[in-house]
């Protein structure tokens, strides 16, 4: 009866940059020539200048979760006592892939929607005075809460552990001071705020993580962070790099640059914002109230429906691909995302088409309610002046 | 301050079908080939069948307007006595190329916003019993008026005149049965509801006017239709076709013979019922409320305010690329488009932000008005059991 376009506003795959698809036609380069070096070399100098660090920044062929075995598998030795947080499906991810390797984890656990806060992790550093780092999320994209990623380098920094964070939805979304705060190793990913496709991994290290390199004695092959740096300073990648998301990666910093990373960062947290005021408005309750990230706002479905029915509804009935809860949250919470290129053209739209799945399953809904919110938050940042009714 | 993600809105070029973008990827053809016969046989056959047409139908490597000198230059001659409706801006341009070719042109014609009745062109008929052609537009893209393309047809039908009708933004707008009305010369283009980049005319010849063709003395090279024929029925085009447009092309009417042209006019129906709602609950005024056509909808800015500032906030606040007026219509109205590949997330989206524009301008507002309108008659024609409150 209607045109649906298919719109992809998950949390990750995010929406496409589209002079990034545009690039990746000019993948008919050899990675092993000038050309693409010049490429290469572009991309990790614009890197560096977007995530705001003189840390070494490196770029693996590998989704997200390979960066973070990497930053296991390159800084750690078997039995090396570590703290994990773990507040969602990416926390436990940490604890995983230490336990993969052998790793001695002690893991804080927060309740789903919950977070670890930075006084659990000083007293777990207290408690385990030989521990040689501690892993985060810097935003947990499962339930859509932020760590204070802030305060826990504040802590970790006075010891000898490094600060292992994985900020795959985190870079983009929140202030993420690298060298001022002491970040010791960040994780980022392609299909992240850097809207392009996934296939791509990023990681920082700072000099303190470096020292560990030299020590950690796990089996690594592929992902060898020595080796890596060595190549990137030759401008190249140590295996066959993925040219075509390289060259995409080159036009979304590009954007970014000339965007500004702060500013990108505003967007995502007035769009966050401006969707926790919505889904107020609309009676329905946030799933992590207390510590909102701005990647993600993970919303409960109403009591009684299934979230599987909202997020299949917004596909069939408009087009839009939005997020499901993942593990034992599936079918309890719906994620509307923010991080990199939504605006709040997307955002209208979702919040227009929630509005009318919630009156078609039953939920008495005022037309406009959530959109009005959305407009208020927009009319508060951008426009001080206008005439605004109710 | 926040992301704006440039979106082509217009009454064309309209928003480009995704999939006709990826298939322009194989241009690397050669028009000479029996691989390239093959796509243009199946293009041709497709938009026949889209057409819902047994006439000829002919593809032209030109704009709109080509077609229009087209249909001129090859069934008329000079000095041939022709009614032409005018009621906008395309209308004008019908008497302008009748004019260039040196026929007799008695001009219909209609106020801004208004249409041209069958019954005007029925007296013009019987006033002019030799006239031989009678020029339309089905849809006057300037002012979103439509003409009742069915009754004329009907009076047309009985003289010896044929009817010629400037079809670009009808075709997918509002029904046409080209056949079962006799319509004699219909013509499209292709970046209205075709979905993909300017650069194609169309154009379907009944019978009758192709009996024109035999005794037209009118000079043309270029634009031939009877080549055209003759090369269409060969697979080939009779110059060098657009073929990145041809592939695009054959991409959209998979999409369109898959979704149905008649579910394709009744989105664009809704969706400008939609608006109309929308505009007169945020207050404003329609520009052509009589005859509204659902390809484009002109609404009037308000009282003291210069069209060409919506126009521009569209842009500058939200990316939204929209429609000034043209001509002398300039500065007092702008057309938000539904034909094509639009969908509610877009409309939605636009509404919101034409509700933040009116309110940055001292308008009064009260937020979600005129989304709550858009919703309703979503919720009207796809949710009759929904609770709608309000």
Redesign the interface.
């Known amino acids: 009866?209607?045109?649906?376009?298919q719109?992809l506003l998950t949390p990750g795959p995010t929406?496409l940059y589209p002079r990034s698809l545009q690039a990746m036609?000019a993948s008919d380069i050899h990675h092993r020539t000038e050309d693409f070096r010049t490429v290469y070399r572009a991309a990790l100098k614009d890197l560096k200048e977007v995530l705001g660090t003189s840390n070494d920044v490196l770029v693996f062929c590998s989704s997200g979760t390979g960066a973070m075995e990497a930053a296991v598998s390159n800084l750690f030795s078997r039995g090396d006592k570590v703290i994990v947080c773990s507040a969602g499906k990416f926390g436990e991810r940490w604890v995983e892939i230490a336990s993969a390797f052998g790793l001695d984890a002690v893991v804080l656990k927060a309740e789903y929607g919950d977070v670890v806060s930075p006084e659990r992790v000083e007293q777990a550093l207290a408690a385990n005075p030989g521990a040689r780092g501690v892993f985060v999320q810097a935003s947990e994209t499962s339930t859509g809460a932020a760590h204070d990623v802030r305060a826990m380098a504040q802590i970790i920094g006075k010891t000898e552990a490094i600060f292992v964070i994985d900020a795959i939805t985190g870079i983009g979304t929140m202030p993420l001071d690298i060298d001022g705060w002491g970040l010791d190793v960040v994780i980022g990913g392609s299909q992240k705020a850097f809207m392009i496709p996934p296939g791509l991994a990023f990681m920082s290290i700072s000099p303190k993580a470096w020292r560990f390199a030299e020590t950690a004695n796990l089996p690594h092959y592929y992902f060898n962070l020595k080796k890596e740096k060595k190549s990137a300073d030759a401008g190249e990648s140590s295996w066959t790099p993925s040219t075509s998301l390289i060259l995409a990666l080159g036009a979304a910093l590009q954007y970014i640059k000339q965007?500004g990373m702060d500013?990108?960062v505003?967007?995502a947290q007035?769009?966050a914002r401006a969707t926790r005021e919505a889904a107020l408005a609309l009676g329905l309750e946030l799933f992590a109230p207390n510590s909102p990230g701005s990647s993600v706002t993970a919303i409960k479905a109403p009591e009684g429906m299934d979230s599987g029915v909202i997020v299949k509804e917004f596909r069939t009935?408009?087009?839009?691909i939005i997020a499901n809860g993942q593990g034992t949250m599936k079918g309890k919470i719906f994620r509307i995302a923010h991080l990199g290129?939504?605006?709040?053209?997307?955002l209208?739209?979702?919040i227009?088409?929630l509005?009318?799945i919630l009156?078609?399953n039953?939920?008495?809904?005022?037309?406009?309610?959530g959109?009005?919110a959305?407009?208020?938050v927009?009319?508060e940042?951008?426009?001080p002046?206008?005439?605004?009714?109710?």
């Open positions: 009866m209607h045109v649906r376009k719109r929406p036609m965007f500013k990108l505003e967007n007035l769009l009935r408009f087009g839009s290129y939504f605006d709040f053209a997307d209208f739209a979702v227009a088409e509005e009318l009156a078609a039953g939920r008495p809904v005022t037309f406009g309610t959109v009005a959305v407009q208020k927009y009319a940042a951008a426009l002046k206008a005439t605004v009714v109710s």
